[in-house]
C-alpha cells in the first residue's frame, strides 16, 4: 500500500484518527492501484489525500484543477469534499495524456458519485492548461500539480493565471 515517506505508524495512526476516515472507494482505488506493482508509487498516499481533503475544506474550493490524474486517488479525495460542499456546482478539470492509467479512475468517480463535478481532459497538460485559461481563468481555487517534474515550471506559471 502506498504510505508516505518517513512517517512512523504513531504518526501515521495520530493523522488517520485526525481524520475522517477513508471512503470506500478512496480504498478501493488503493488496493487496485497497488496491484498494479512498482506504478502504484505514482499515488499519493492515503495521508496526502486527508491533507488535501483538509485544503479543499479550508479554501472551501469550488473549482480545482489537477494536473496528474493517475488512477484518480488524489482528484477524488478533492472532488468528494467540494461535491458534499458544493453539491453539482463543484468542478474539478483533471489533466493527463494517458487514457490507460485513468481508465480506472474514471470508474471510481463514478462509483463514489463524483463524476459529475470531474472533467478528465486527456492530452499534453500543457495545451489543457492553456485551454483552462478561457474557460476558467482567475477563477480555480486550489490547484495539484503532480505530473511530470519537468513541466512543472510552466504548470505553476498557467496556474498563476488560473488561480483566484
Ligand atoms: C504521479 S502520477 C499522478 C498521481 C495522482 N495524483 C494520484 O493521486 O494517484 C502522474 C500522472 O501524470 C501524467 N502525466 C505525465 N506527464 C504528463 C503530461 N506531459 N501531460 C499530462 N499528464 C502527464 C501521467 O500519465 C500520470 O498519470
Redesign the pocket.
Known amino acids: 500500500m502506498s504510505g508516505s515517506i518517513g512517517l512512523d505508524e504513531t504518526l501515521a495512526a495520530y493523522v488517520r484518527a485526525a481524520n475522517p476516515p477513508e471512503h470506500a472507494v478512496l480504498a478501493r482505488c488503493r488496493r487496485e492501484?497497488d496491484a498494479m506493482g512498482d506504478i502504484s508509487r505514482?499515488?499519493?498516499s492515503p495521508e496526502q489525500?486527508a491533507f488535501m481533503q483538509m485544503c479543499t475544506r479550508l479554501t472551501d474550493a469550488k473549482i480545482a484543477v489537477?494536473?496528474?490524474?493517475?488512477?484518480?486517488?488524489?482528484?477524488l479525495a478533492t472532488a468528494l469534499v467540494m461535491k458534499e460542499r458544493h453539491g453539482s456546482e463543484a468542478r474539478l478539470y483533471g489533466?493527463?495524456?494517458?487514457e490507460e492509467?485513468?481508465a480506472p479512475a474514471r470508474r471510481y468517480f463514478e462509483d463514489a458519485g463524483v463524476d459529475d463535478v470531474i472533467d478528465l481532459r486527456i492530452?499534453?497538460?500543457?495545451d489543457?492548461l492553456e485551454a483552462l485559461k478561457d474557460e476558467i481563468g482567475g477563477r480555480a481555487d486550489l490547484m495539484?500539480i503532480?505530473?511530470?517534474k519537468t513541466?512543472y515550471d510552466a504548470y505553476y506559471e498557467a496556474g498563476l493565471d488560473l488561480l483566484r
Do not use: H, L, P
Not at 489537477?66 to 482528484?75: C, L, R
Not at 489533466?95 to 494517458?98: H, I, P, R, V
Open positions: 492501484t505514482m499515488q499519493i489525500g489537477e494536473v496528474g490524474v493517475f488512477t484518480g486517488y488524489s482528484a489533466c493527463d495524456n494517458s492509467y485513468t492530452g499534453e497538460a500543457r489543457t495539484f503532480d505530473a511530470d513541466g
